[in-house]
């Protein structure tokens, strides 16, 4: 294993947070912060912040990040936002088959797939999702569920795609929960999407793809969570939205 072969990226997912004036006071806070940052730094924030999100973050290392893309151009899809229509705003990445979305939006492993298509063929980089429930860890299911909704994603992405798909390991029980996952168990979850990546792609360019654990990962846990082989940076939800505590993250993932 080598880290060193893959960029690191903290994220952080706003979720339904923040207006936009909200959204613009938070990054400018933030960036003098994560300037100089050893590792990419990515806000993935509400459509509707994106304007002043990416205005905000001009002349910065952060990059603005959506939340979801719809895998169709363009047509009668109300409230759905298509990858053009991002790349336009300014995005860059694209957050893709949250478990959120799986739960409470009927976002299935298909549309995952799709959505990531989409994302890659407009220039985007995807951040694909993936992660076990309490119940399906308790049967044993986590590393057969991983691999599968990792090869699920990624079908028909291509080797050069790949470059710029990055998989977010949140294991459900982990997410808002306070309940992190152990260093050794979100180093697990990721090792299984690695060898998922590896089964698809082969062994030399697993290695080059980033692997994000999400789920409380948080100030006082990220520097252990990060030390991890196989975890090469954080998908962060709660302690995304204060730039104190964000910024702690980002500067664990430099160590
Ligand atoms: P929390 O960090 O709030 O647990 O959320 C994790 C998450 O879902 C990031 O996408």
Known sequence: MNKAKR???????????????????????????????????????PAIDIPAAV??????????????????????????????????????????GHSERRQYFAETDQTVNLRTLAALNAGLNAIVC????????????????????????????????LKHVIIAYEPVWAIGTGVTATADQADEGNGYVRAAIAEMYGKEIAE?????????MNAGNAEELLSKVNVDGGLIGGASLKAGDFSVIVKAAGK
Not at 208 to 216: C, I, K, L, P
Request: hydrophobic residues 45%; aromatic residues 6%; glycine residues 10%.
């Open 7 to 45: 960029p690191a990226v903290i994220a952080g997912n706003w979720k339904m947070n923040k207006t936009p004036a909200e959204a613009a006071a938070l990054i400018e806070e933030m960036k003098p912060l994560v300037a100089g940052a050893d590792c990419k730094v990515v806000l993935c924030v």
């Open 55 to 96: 205005e905000a973050a001009k002349g910065s290392n952060i990059e603005i990040g959506a939340e979801n893309v719809h895998f169709k151009a363009s047509g009668a899809y109300t409230g759905e936002i298509a990858a053009n229509m991002l790349t336009e705003a300014g995005v860059k990445y694209v957050v893709i």
């Open 130 to 161: 993936v992660g076990e429930t309490l119940e399906q860890r308790e049967l044993g299911y986590t590393e057969t569920l991983l691999k599968f909704q990792t090869k699920m994603a990624l079908t028909n992405v291509t080797e050069e795609q």
């Open 208 to 216: 080059t793809v980033t692997v994000q654990y999400g789920g409380s």
